[in-house]
């Protein structure tokens, strides 16, 4: 079935292209390009009206799961040592977020039944502290593509059904929701984070697997970004702001538009071992080391 033409404005949150079917087997923009396929299922069992039957969506009228669960074991810490950088944590958030299992008097209930809880889990990952762009971009895993400043993970923009995970399941508050592990993620830049624009280039909002930082939604002059501004991985280079130092270099920005973060890996993510089911069968676990 050819792709709806989308005439609107991708900055604007009433009116945001649905990202369904827009999954590639190579680097493309507005795409995300998973690791694995098929899909495993789960997710929101009900679309609400806030899905338009034209390919779009109005995240304004969304419901967020209700709540506000607060975490004091939350532990996340930043070290560079050399050329490393290592990021360890226990995968709670530093944010307050909803509560899960969603429960049934809360209004997100009729649309998602998400009935996993939150619970912590050691993280440790070793990152290059001056990332390359490789000869080639790569595919993004159904998992942990990245962490953010708050020490939570990045997933990319899919769902267990490979649909559209922001506009179809239900976030919290933060944008954010346990998978069948309990293990807390984000699908897009959680606006417990997101920085006003107007004040130049955005903040430092969390590191991809490859290295490179993950950035908020505004540019180099604080104008918004859109997908067209970035390239098929979702990033582009010019000068930022580097550990501290001025540095030309490549880097992903948010966006509010479908992939919403990084589509694609432009450098080379770091290995993580996974000990769960083979691909295909079974979602691949966050961490290293970590069996679901």
Not at 11 to 32: E, H, I, T
Request: aromatic share 10%; net charge negative.
């Amino acid at each position: 079935m050819p792709e709806t033409p989308y005439a609107g404005d991708p900055r604007d949150p009433r009116d945001l292209p649905l990202g369904d079917g827009r999954l590639s087997s190579s680097p493309r923009k507005n795409y995300v390009w998973p690791c694995r396929v098929p899909f495993g299922g789960g997710g929101a069992f009900r679309d609400g009206p806030w899905i338009r039957s034209d390919g779009t969506w109005d995240s304004t009228i969304k419901p967020s799961v209700q709540g506000d669960v607060g975490y004091d074991n939350y532990r996340y810490e930043i070290k560079v040592d050399g050329d490393k950088r290592r990021l360890i944590g226990n995968g709670l958030p530093e944010h307050h977020t909803g509560r899960f299992p969603i429960q049934r008097d809360d209004p997100a209930f009729q649309y998602d039944r998400n009935p996993n809880s939150i619970r912590s889990d050691e993280i440790s990952f070793n990152l290059p502290t001056n990332p390359q762009v490789a000869q080639s971009p790569s595919c993004v895993p159904m998992g942990t593509i990245g962490v953010m400043r708050s020490g939570v993970a990045l997933f990319n923009a899919l769902d267990g059904e490979g649909r559209d995970a922001v506009a179809h399941e239900i976030q919290d508050k933060c944008n954010g929701h346990p998978e069948r592990d309990g293990h807390y993620h984000y699908h897009n830049l959680s606006q417990c984070l997101a920085e006003k624009g107007g004040r130049g280039h955005s903040e430092l909002m969390g590191y991809a697997l490859d290295g490179f930082g993950i950035y908020g939604f505004f540019g180099e002059h604080g104008e918004e970004l859109t997908n067209a501004d970035l390239d098929a991985c979702h990033g582009h280079t010019h000068e930022i702001l580097w550990d501290g130092k001025p540095v030309v270099m490549y880097h992903y920005h948010a966006t509010r538009e479908y992939p919403y973060t990084v589509g694609c890996f432009r450098g080379t993510p770091i290995q993580v071992r996974h000990n769960g089911p083979p691909p295909g069968t079974g979602r691949p676990p966050m961490f290293p080391g970590v069996g679901f």
